[in-house]
C-alpha cells in the first residue's frame, strides 16, 4: 500500500468508528482485461485526487488559461502576474510574429501536409534553418515539429547499444527518453560535475565506441548554467561528443541572446550538436538540431522524428524565424536585469532558491509536495500564477514553485511575488502535514 493509500484507509476507519457503524466494503466488480482503470499508477493518481479533495486541496495543473499571457495572465477566471510561461522575450505576442504566421498560413496554410521526404522542401523551412545556423555561426541547421521529439529522435539516431551516453542528472526528460529509445549505454552523472565525468571517462572510455555528453544550456528545473569550457575540453581529451540543449537558453543568455556558448566565450563550433525549441524564447512550436553540415545531411535521412512526421507547418516556422530577427541586445539586457533582480529579493528576503544563477528560471525550494501545491494555490489567490514542480518531477524533498522570470515584468511585478511568497511560506510553516489533515478531516 502506498502512503496515501494507507492515509486514506485509515480515514475511512475513523469516520467508520465515528458513526458507530461497521465499514461496509463495496460490492467486488468484475475486472475488465483492458480496464485502464484498474492500472496500478492510474490507481495511484486516483488516491492522490481523492486525497486532495478529502482536505480540500485543487490541483493547480491544467487551469484554464483564458487570454493571451505576458506580465500578467487570466487564470480561472482571475486576472493574476503571470510567472508560468517561457516566452521569455515575450516575443509570443509581438505584433511582427503574429502577422508572420498570418501571412504565412494564407500563403501555405496550416499544414505542411506531408513528410519534407516526401512532399517536397519549402522555402519557409530553409530560411528558417539558414536564420537558426546564422544565429548559431555554424554551418547548418534542421527544424524539426517538436521540441521533445528532436531530442528524443537525434539521439536515437546517433547512438547506439555499442556506444556511451552521459548525461547530467538534472536533464530532461526528452533527453533520458532517446537515450532509452537508442539502446546505448547510459551513465547519469551528478549535476554540473566536471571532475565526476573526467574521471568516469578517464576510466571507461575504452569500452564504448562513440561516446555522446548531453547537458543543457540553462537548466529548467533549477536555473543554473554548465561550465561549458571545461565540457569542451573534457569531451576533445575524451573524444567525445557534446550536445547542449539550449531549450531555456537561446535568447537568455549571453550579450545578444546567443545561449551558453556566447555567455562562456566559447566558439559555437567546439560543440558538435546544438539542439533547441521554437517554443520558448520564439513563440512557436518545435525544435531544431544546428551544427555541422554532415550532421544534418545525417539526420535528414536517419532521424526518424523526421523522416517519418509532418514537416514544420509555415505558420510556425515563419514565427520562429521573424522572432529569432528579433533577438537583440536591449530586450535580452531586460530580461537579464529583471532575473538577476529576481534573485536579489528572493535571497534578500531569505527565499531557498536552490541553485539558481539568477538568469530566467529561478525555483523556490519548498520541501514537500503537498507544500508546494499549496503554495502555488496561495500564490494564486494572491494574484501570482507560478506552478509546482513536485516529485517524481524533482526529488520528494526538493518540490518547489518555479518562476519564470520574462522581460515583460516589471521590477513592481517581481515585488509583489516576493512579498507575496514570503507570506505564503510563512503561513506553509505553520500548516499541519497531510497525515494529520486527513486524520482531522
Ligand atoms: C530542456 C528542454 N528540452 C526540451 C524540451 C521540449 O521542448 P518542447 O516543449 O518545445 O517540445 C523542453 C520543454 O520544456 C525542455 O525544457
Given amino acids: ?18 458513526s458507530q457503524r461497521p465499514e461496509t466494503s463495496a460490492p467486488v466488480q468484475p475486472t475488465r482485461a483492458f480496464d485502464f482503470a484498474k492500472l496500478p499508477e492510474y490507481r495511484q493518481m486516483s488516491m492522490q485526487r481523492a486525497a486532495g479533495d478529502l482536505v480540500g486541496i485543487s490541483s493547480p495543473f491544467f487551469r ?15 486576472e493574476c502576474l503571470q510567472f508560468a510561461s517561457y516566452d521569455y522575450l515575450g516575443l509570443n505576442q509581438h505584433p511582427k510574429v503574429r502577422d508572420a504566421a498570418a501571412v504565412a498560413a494564407q500563403k501555405w496554410g496550416v499544414s505542411a501536409t506531408a513528410s519534407r521526404l516526401v512532399g517536397g522542401e519549402r522555402p519557409y523551412h530553409s530560411a528558417l534553418e539558414q536564420a537558426i545556423s546564422g544565429f548559431y555561426g555554424v554551418e547548418s541547421a534542421l527544424a524539426m515539429v517538436s521540441g521533445h521529439a528532436t531530442n528524443v529522435s537525434t539521439i536515437a539516431a546517433l547512438t547506439g547499444p555499442k556506444d556511451l551516453v552521459l548525461i547530467d542528472s538534472l536533464i530532461h526528460n526528452s533527453v533520458s527518453e532517446g537515450v532509452r529509445l537508442s539502446g546505448a549505454n547510459r551513465l547519469v552523472f551528478p549535476h554540473n560535475d566536471t571532475e565526476w565525468l573526467t574521471r568516469k571517462l578517464a576510466e571507461v572510455r575504452g569500452n564504448y565506441d562513440k561516446v555522446l555528453i548531453v547537458v543543457e544550456g540553462l537548466y529548467s528545473m533549477d ?22 540543449d539550449e531549450a ?12 551558453i556558448s556566447q555567455h562562456c566565450g566559447v566558439d559555437p563550433n567546439l560543440v ?63 530580461l ?46 494572491r494574484g501570482i500564477n507560478a506552478l509546482p514542480i513536485i516529485f517524481p518531477a524533482v526529488p520528494e524533498k526538493q518540490a518547489r514553485l518555479r518562476f519564470f522570470i520574462t522581460a515583460l515584468h516589471s521590477s513592481e511585478d517581481i515585488d509583489q511575488a516576493i512579498t507575496a511568497i514570503a507570506e505564503v511560506i510563512a503561513e506553509l510553516e505553520d500548516m499541519p502535514d497531510l497525515a494529520t489533515m486527513i486524520a482531522s478531516a
Fill in 272 to 334: 558538435e550538436i546544438w539542439m533547441g525549441t521554437f517554443s520558448k524564447t520564439l513563440g512557436s512550436s518545435g525544435g531544431f538540431i544546428a551544427g555541422s553540415a554532415a550532421l544534418i545531411d545525417f539526420l535528414r535521412f536517419k532521424s526518424a522524428g523526421f523522416v517519418f512526421s509532418v514537416g514544420l507547418s509555415a505558420p510556425l516556422a515563419a514565427a520562429a524565424t521573424t522572432a529569432l530577427g528579433l533577438i537583440e541586445a536591449e530586450r535580452v539586457k531586460k
Fill in 248 to 259: 531555456h537558453s537561446l535568447g537568455v543568455l549571453g550579450s545578444t541572446g546567443r545561449g
Fill in 1 to 18: 500500500m502506498s502512503s496515501t493509500e494507507t492515509l486514506l484507509a485509515q480515514l475511512r476507519q475513523n469516520r467508520a468508528k465515528r
Fill in 223 to 244: 536555473g543554473d548554467t554548465p561550465d561549458l569550457p571545461a565540457l569542451v575540453e573534457i569531451k576533445q581529451r575524451h573524444n567525445a561528443w557534446l550536445m547542449v
Fill in 64 to 78: 484554464e488559461a483564458s487570454a493571451i499571457s505576458g506580465a500578467t495572465a487570466r487564470i480561472d477566471g482571475q
Fill in 336 to 381: 537579464q536585469d529583471n532575473g538577476a533582480y529576481f534573485l536579489m529579493r528572493a535571497k534578500a528576503v531569505g527565499l531557498d532558491v536552490g541553485l539558481s544563477d539568477g538568469l530566467a528560471i529561478t525555483p523556490v525550494i519548498i520541501g514537500d509536495s503537498m507544500g508546494a501545491v499549496i503554495g502555488a494555490n496561495k500564490l494564486l489567490a
